[in-house]
């Protein structure tokens, strides 16, 4: 992988980025790049940040700046990843899209010719050619009223020879992020930024040429000059979308802030204790998904019983957390309506009900 470094943007980042190279080291010259690495070291500790706060929650970064010293290891990480965004701005910047990133590289193996990209019109554009000054030629334009009103830049510049509506002003290259040319086709590097389309609207308005020269459109819209057509290709594609898109919406309302899976103790029926009563163990399996802890209590609901813990069970979850306890249910004999029995326990917190688990209780047959 050969890296290629773009230097500039535009002609005026250009210009001054090589009048800045080009001059001697001296206050102004100092200043200048110190000024510059303290705004791009500033703009990555902010990206640390948030990026920080994606992972551990806003809630627990704002508490650990609050107090920085007692979390020296996530102050590390975080200087970390801020060095790695900085290296990023001051240095690697499009080698990002370019070499890291695989969004490309996957868009590539999904092309084919009806695909709609970023594309140059070649048909209209080729061949490209030059405008020179008019000052060289005699204007056609019949506009004028009188001599020098013509403020028109087309009635000011011509094209040499007649050719397509491309005045290879490479203003798209010199735009383009990753450095490349639209013009030779889509590339793995363009990231779809749509700069070059911006770019050559601006020339093709000012030299009163249609926009549109560099758009959003297919291989085949370009070469037939065909529409897209709703192929059933297309049709596949967007039922599955809807499919995969209603999937995630029916999770994301349907997700819950705790998940529970109540299942009685592995290898263990039913036992009667000595009053008579029967009782079955079972094991709780509770998540947190939430950035709080959740303490709570369990309750019968639809039966009359008990709910004895075993051993010094924790009755919190803890945030974004698991926790496992078990427990005992203990039914009197007329409770127990056959081998199995549905039970319904409430989960309770602060007295306000937050979920109902739902388990089968065993018995022995003899007390239906
Ligand atoms: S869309 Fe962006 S990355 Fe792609 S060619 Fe145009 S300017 Fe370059
Ligand atoms: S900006 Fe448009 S006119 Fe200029 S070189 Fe690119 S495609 Fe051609």
Redesign the pocket.
């Given at each position: 992988m050969v890296f290629r470094k773009i230097e500039y943007w535009t002609d005026g980042d250009a210009q001054q980025q090589k009048l800045l190279r080009a001059m001697p080291w001296n206050a102004e010259k100092t200043k200048k790049r110190v000024i510059k690495f303290i705004i791009f070291f500033s703009i990555s500790f902010i990206i640390a940040n948030f990026f920080l706060a994606y992972l551990i929650s806003m809630d627990e970064l704002l508490g650990y700046l609050q107090n920085p010293a007692a979390h020296i290891g996530t102050l590390i990480s975080l200087l970390i990843f801020t060095t790695v965004f900085f290296f990023v701005y001051w240095w690697f910047r499009e080698q990002a899209c370019i070499v890291v990133c695989p969004y490309g590289r996957l868009q590539g193996v999904l092309l084919d010719k009806n695909s709609i990209v970023?594309a140059y019109d070649y048909q209209r554009g080729e061949p490209r050619g030059k405008f020179k000054k008019a000052d060289d030629h005699d204007c056609k334009c019949t506009d004028c009223k009188e001599e020098g009103a013509c403020k028109s830049i087309a009635a000011k510049f011509e094209v040499i020879v007649p050719k397509g509506d491309c005045i290879d002003c490479f203003a798209?290259v010199r735009?383009?992020?990753?450095g490349?040319d639209?013009r030779n086709g889509t590339q793995l590097?363009?990231?779809?930024?749509?700069?070059?389309i911006d770019s050559c609207d601006a020339i093709m308005t000012s030299i009163q040429k249609p926009t549109g020269l560099i758009r959003y459109a297919s291989e085949n819209s370009i070469l037939k000059k065909v529409k897209l057509k709703f192929t059933t290709r297309i049709k596949a594609y967007t039922a599955v979308l809807a499919l995969l898109i209603s999937l995630l919406v029916f999770l994301l309302v349907s997700r819950t802030d705790l998940d529970a899976r109540l299942m009685r103790t592995a290898g263990m029926t039913y036992t009667t204790l000595p009053d008579g009563r029967i009782s079955n163990l079972y094991n709780l399996k509770l998540t947190n998904k939430t950035h709080k802890n959740i303490p709570f209590t369990l309750k019968p609901e639809n039966f009359k019983g008990q709910i004895e813990y075993v051993g010094s069970s924790s009755l919190t979850v803890k945030k974004e957390d698991y926790e496992q306890l078990q427990f005992f249910v203990i039914l009197n004999r007329n409770e127990v309506k056959g081998w199995k029995t549905a039970l319904q326990i409430g989960m309770y917190q602060n007295g306000k009900k937050i979920k109902t688990i739902t388990a089968k209780f065993i018995g022995p047959e003899i007390y239906n």
């Open positions: 970023v798209c735009v383009c992020p990753t490349i639209i590097e363009c990231v779809n930024c749509t700069a070059c």
